[in-house]
């Protein structure tokens, strides 16, 4: 039996998880291919215009997975992987939104409603035993060692590799030192969702770009979850969105503890959490003196619009740096 | 201290409670063309449009010297828990020392809750506020009953303008209103006003009936949703809205196991398309527009702020359910941009559409017509058997003869 994982949402960050869990349990697992421009035309079609873009994208790899001849298509519903904090609504509704604009979408639902960040509570995946008509003993056994898998490919992640790479690492026999990269003097961190910051078709490939320009990136998965709840009583309300929430503490994590020089936000067109995040980010790190600049991406932006404008910021950082060098030396010489 | 509000449907019920509090009150502007502007600049450029008008209407009331601003928070998935957080630093960030305060659930925190409760009590003693509380919520109720039965006659108004009218006038009587005794009578006195305004007369199966479902804010303030019940009305189209103030503090306090009020049933119907209310009142629109069209509506206008995180959930589930129910439903997103023409231009198109749908159900076809004539036999046959009765056992007055 096949089953279809769409490359969109929250894959990447969960995909280590989703393999080893339906590997153990003994079925075939098809990823969809990566986002392209006729793959994303067609969820585009399907989606009713409105909607934020990921969504639609969504949509254009259950599509392809269709087109690959699945038997199922997982598609988790998230609803809090932490006490009062929600996910977005779209995720909520998202088993159902798949189901009635991709007609004959026969669509895995796993309720994820527990209390934690691995989401390996048997309680979340029974409906998924059920459904493939697997007992819940071994259902159990293979989310322990999924859970464990899990949580060593989040060690991977804090040794400073990005999603991509720490999944090679798991599956593909790399080692972690093959992708340890020279210090730069200057460090940016880019904060964005999951799809936001590693679909190539959203981001373009923003993470390469930014070390091509000889730039240190830092994105949240890299932090560690004790130092994101370090300063979460500081805020004046909490953000009751998980990631939303997450951005923020690694953007004050980042700025009060890492000294980053720049911040750079990227979110989809449409985007509900991220337009009270951005705002309040903007708002409460004002005095930081750290640039920020919000990067909003849709089904029409072009890649050399992202090219000028991470070049500009780039630019514009590492001429600050040298200056605030010149004038400290000029000091130091007058003294 | 000078305290105000949002402005958001029919006010009267909160400026009565405010002052009857001790409060001076700033009374809010109905959102026009400079609050939206004024908000659409201030607010975060994604933020939904509810959040933007409501930026201008209290920049608006900071303007005019409001010290203390009262609205409702929440702590669901949807946008509108984080407003008042949002709102504050806004209205800091141009330099207003206007506070925004908000009631959370208070089943949630209880303590936060009384502690702004008393904030706003101003002093006043437990069993005043109670009373005050009785009164404010016999005045709503009475207003939101009138407001329904206006929005189904105003459709069959002989002289356009005349149910609008006589509305603004029932509306400050209420004002005047200071006891339950007073609401009583004053409720009367509107009754009478609406019966004396000449109405067409319609037959039931020609009653054309539109529900109104979407998020709490555009379908309550008619300057927002630049007056869709006024222009279905116009059209001769009943409306009926789902959202009241009434309603909604019934629905939020009545503990969710009882059967009453009627939205705790309609929640729970829709639990097929969505098992899980995604925030905001997307399951219970759902579970309305089922409601809707098991009581035989023509039609369903669903209105939506511009990215609304729920209703988006809803807006993606509503082709297929649409053609489920074999029931038209139109979606109007909300935003700064819209204009009145756009928004009169589609409801005039529904409405021809709906008309003519509904009267293509009652145009008799072939077999229509057989089964007319069988039920029409049929009658004839009970009312034949009557007579004979009757004339067997001639009782002094036959029932026949008396109709």
């Known amino acids: 039996m096949k089953i279809g994982i769409p490359r969109a949402l929250l894959f990447q960050y969960y995909y280590p998880l989703w393999r080893s869990l339906f590997e153990r349990l003994g079925f075939e697992i098809v990823v969809s291919d990566e986002s392209t421009k006729p793959l994303v035309q067609k969820g585009i079609a399907v989606t009713v215009p409105e909607i934020c873009f990921p969504i639609k994208i969504y949509n254009g790899h259950v599509i392809n997975l269709m087109e690959k001849g699945v038997d199922y298509i997982f598609c988790p519903r998230f609803v809090h992987i932490e006490k009062d904090y929600w996910f977005c609504p779209k995720y909520i509704g998202l088993p159902e939104l798949v189901e009635m604009s991709v007609p004959g979408s026969n669509v895995l639902v796993a309720e994820i409603d527990c209390q934690r960040e691995d989401t390996a509570d048997p309680k ?17 056994t293979a989310l322990k060692g999924a859970a464990e898998d899990f949580a060593k490919f989040r060690e991977y992640c804090h040794l400073g590799l990005t999603l991509d790479e720490a999944a090679k690492v798991m599956f593909e026999g790399a080692s972690v030192e093959d992708f340890i990269l020279p210090e730069y003097d200057t460090t940016i961190g880019l904060i964005g969702y999951i799809y936001n910051v590693y679909d190539p078709f ?4 923003i993470i390469k770009k930014l070390r091509e320009l000889k730039v240190n990136v830092i994105t949240f998965d890299m932090l560690d979850a004790r130092q994101l709840l370090k300063y979460r009583n500081n805020c004046t309300r909490p953000i009751f969105w998980t990631f939303p929430d997450k951005l923020y503490q690694s953007a004050s994590v980042m700025i009060k503890d890492l000294q980053v020089q720049g911040i750079i936000h990227i979110t989809a067109f449409g985007c509900g ?13 004002a005095d930081s003196g750290v640039p920020f600049m919000t990067l909003r991406i849709d089904e029409h932006t072009g890649e050399s619009h992202l090219q000028t404008r991470i070049e500009a910021f780039t630019d514009m ?17 007058k003294r | 201290m000078k305290v105000s509000f949002p402005h958001m449907g029919c006010v009267t019920g909160y400026k009565r409670l405010m002052e009857k509090l001790g409060h001076e009150v700033i009374m809010p502007e109905r959102p026009s063309q400079r609050t939206m502007e004024l908000g659409a600049k201030y607010s975060p450029e994604f933020i939904c449009f509810p959040f933007k008008v409501m930026t201008g209407t209290y920049i608006e009331c900071a303007e005019k010297g409001a010290q203390l601003i009262v609205s409702s928070g929440g702590n669901g998935p949807c946008r509108a828990g984080m407003y008042p957080d949002v709102h504050q630093k806004v209205l800091q960030e141009l330099g207003y020392k206007t506070e925004v305060m908000v009631f959370d659930n208070m089943f949630k925190d209880f303590s936060a809750f009384v502690k702004t409760a008393k904030r706003l009590m ?7 506020t109670a009373g005050i509380a009785a009164y404010v919520y016999a005045l709503v109720k009475k207003m939101d009953k009138l407001e329904k039965r206006l929005k189904i006659i105003r459709a069959y108004e002989v002289n356009q303008g005349d149910f609008s009218k006589a509305w603004k006038n029932i509306v400050s009587m209420f004002e005047k209103t200071n006891t339950i005794r007073d609401v009583n009578r004053t409720y009367k006195k509107a009754l009478e006003i609406f019966d004396s305004i000449p109405c067409r007369e319609v037959k039931e199966q020609e009653r054309i009936r539109v529900g109104i479902v979407g998020e709490i804010y555009v379908i309550m303030e008619p300057t927002v949703n630049k007056n869709v019940e006024e222009i279905l009305n116009s059209l001769g189209v009943e409306v009926e809205n789902v959202q009241y103030i009434s309603d909604w503090v019934e629905h939020n306090v009545i503990p969710k196991w009882l059967p009453f009020p009627k939205s705790h049933r309609v929640f729970k119907s829709s639990d097929k398309v969505s098992p899980i209310n995604c925030g905001g009142h997307d399951k219970e629109n759902m579970g309305w527009v089922f409601d809707f069209a098991k009581r035989g509506f023509d039609g369903v206008v669903h209105l939506m702020p511009f990215a609304c995180l729920p209703e988006l959930v809803n807006l993606g589930k509503f082709p297929a359910v649409s053609k489920e129910l074999n ?19 589609r409801l005039e198109a529904f409405s021809d559409l709906i008309k003519s749908k509904h009267f293509s159900k009652q145009q008799p076809t072939s077999g229509n017509v057989a089964d007319s004539f069988e039920n ?17 056992t001639s009782p002094a007055k036959p029932e026949y003869q008396a109709k």
């Open chain 1, 202 to 205: 959203i981001s373009m490939n």
């Open chain 1, 273 to 285: 959490p991220d337009s009270i995040v951005g705002k309040e980010i903007e708002h409460d790190f």
């Open chain 2, 327 to 345: 029931m038209p439903i139109i979606s109007l997103s909300l935003d700064e941009q819209m204009g009145e023409a756009h928004v009169k231009t």
């Open chain 2, 122 to 128: 101003n002093g006043t003693n437990i069993f005043k």
């Open chain 1, 124 to 140: 979340c995946y029974a409906p998924v035993a059920k459904k493939l008509g697997i007992p819940m003993s071994k259902m159990k």
């Open chain 1, 317 to 333: 950082i590492k001429r600050k740096i040298r200056k605030v060098k010149e004038v400290r030396e000029v000091n130091e010489v």
């Open chain 2, 376 to 392: 029409a036999a049929r009658k004839v046959g009970t009312k034949v058997d009557k007579v004979k009765e009757n004339l067997q």
